[in-house]
């Protein structure tokens, strides 16, 4: 039984948002197909996703770099950057126009302006 569809996770530093949702990815495939409103945000989330305004991610790999604090201007080096949404999460924090340095599997990746 769903407890919730979405809930914002409140314990996020100030300036990032992101939400939780009460089922996972197989959960909300199923369910896109019996209840209109979950297909719906099922299109939201894919439309967002594929915009790069969105990123799926599952609540416990946000934690490190929200726990992590880093304010604008300071530096981070994610050393477990696959597939890089942490690092993200990171240049966010601390740049605009955000500018990073990630070492992942594939070795080191650079970007910005």
């Not at 407890?3 to 996770?9: D, E, G, I």
């Not at 240049?91 to 126009?97: D, F, G, H, T």
Request: aromatic share 4%; charged share 20%.
């Amino acid at each position: 039984r769903l407890k919730f569809v979405a809930r914002p996770l409140e314990y996020l530093p100030a300036g990032l948002t992101a939400w939780e949702l009460g089922l996972d990815r197989a959960g909300l495939k199923i369910g896109r197909n019996k209840v209109p409103a979950l297909a719906a945000l099922d299109q939201a989330i894919a439309r967002g996703v594929e915009g790069g305004y969105v990123a799926r991610q599952e609540v416990v790999s946000m934690l490190p770099a929200a726990l992590l604090g880093v304010q604008a201007g300071e530096r981070a080096l994610d050393m477990c950057a696959a597939p890089g949404t942490k690092s993200a999460q990171l240049l966010e924090a601390v740049s605009a126009p955000p500018v990073g340095c990630a070492n992942g599997g594939g070795g080191i990746h650079s970007e910005g302006p």
